[in-house]
């Protein structure tokens, strides 16, 4: 008897309880470690991203109650994670002001839905607002296609905007940088719109970030409605902005939301 129905999608593993069966506790592991499942009703959802590419071993424990009695079950499923070739990201020629725009995630929400941005300051860094223990950082450019798959690269067709952009982007780091220094964590990171968008000692996140070192940087504005700028919305005006040109585009890159 099967006590649990496991199925493989995009970027995560699906497990269904059997739902005649009362469970009283479920426990995960994948290649030994517990993991945290996100759930949805009677669905288990585990994000397989950050896996490296080969055969992992999925063992579910639990404790079913019937008839009075608990009694233990155990399952286990072999599943592949296909190795990541980075056709794009490999002998790319990055320049500075580069916009990377992704619309999967590595927060385990479904592809299509918040997505992420970066801004690349040379060939082998990005600067980024990301959930974390910093609000602003520069990371190695890898770090974001070992996170994102779906995503399209974007360039200003004047370079001169995008070096004025990463001047701006990374005095603005270095001042971040500071406060810290100083026990001031300013700006947080939070997606909760500010009063002024354009305030830069509030709030900051992905998106808004790449606004600001091309609004501040280089005097170039993105259109923009309201006081939030999410990832998708930065997409679309780069997909229309004729100053700037797609280099690269996942297949698969979309979203899901259509935006006013």
């Known amino acids: 008897m099967n006590y649990f129905n496991v199925f493989e999608g995009?970027?995560?593993?699906i497990i269904q309880l059997v739902p005649s069966l009362n469970f009283s506790g479920?426990?995960?592991?994948?290649?030994?470690?517990a993991v945290t499942p996100l759930v949805r009703g009677k669905s288990l959802i585990l994000p397989t991203r950050k896996l490296p590419g080969g055969t992992h071993l999925l063992l579910i424990v639990g404790e079913v109650y019937n008839f009075g009695y608990l009694y233990p079950v155990e399952e286990t499923y072999h599943f592949t994670i296909q190795k990541r070739g980075l056709p794009h990201a490999r002998g790319m020629d990055f320049k500075p002001?580069?916009?990377?725009?992704a619309s999967d995630n590595s927060k385990g929400v479904p592809p299509g839905y918040i997505?992420?941005?970066?801004?690349?300051?040379?060939?082998?860094?990005?600067?980024?607002?990301?959930i974390g223990p910093e609000s602003i950082a520069v990371n190695p450019v890898a770090k974001f296609f070992e996170e994102h798959d779906w995503y399209a690269h974007y360039r200003p067709k004047?370079?001169?905007?995008?070096?004025?952009?990463?001047?701006?982007?990374?005095?603005?780091?270095?001042?971040?940088?500071?406060?810290?220094?100083?026990?001031?964590?300013?700006?947080?990171?939070s997606y909760i719109p500010a009063s002024k968008f354009k305030d830069t000692q509030t709030t900051i996140y992905c998106s808004k970030l790449v606004w600001f070192c091309y609004y501040y940087?280089?005097?170039?504005?993105?259109?923009?409605?309201?006081?939030w700028f999410p990832p998708q919305k930065l997409d679309d005006e780069l997909k229309k902005d004729g100053n700037f040109e797609?280099?690269?585009?996942?297949?698969?890159?979309?979203?899901?939301i259509?935006?006013?």
């Open 217 to 227: 940087g280089a005097g170039y504005e993105f259109e923009r409605r309201g006081l």
């Open 115 to 130: 997505g992420h941005a970066a801004m690349l300051i040379n060939k082998e860094q990005v600067l980024e607002s990301d």
């Open 10 to 13: 995009k970027q995560q593993l």
């Open 26 to 33: 479920i426990k995960i592991f994948i290649d030994g470690q």
């Open 246 to 256: 797609l280099v690269y585009k996942h297949p698969d890159h979309s979203y899901k």
């Open 258 to 260: 259509k935006l006013g």
């Open 158 to 189: 004047d370079e001169t905007l995008g070096i004025a952009a990463v001047d701006w982007g990374l005095k603005y780091y270095r001042k971040y940088k500071k406060n810290i220094a100083k026990g001031k964590s300013i700006p947080v990171f």
């Open 97 to 101: 002001g580069d916009i990377l725009v």
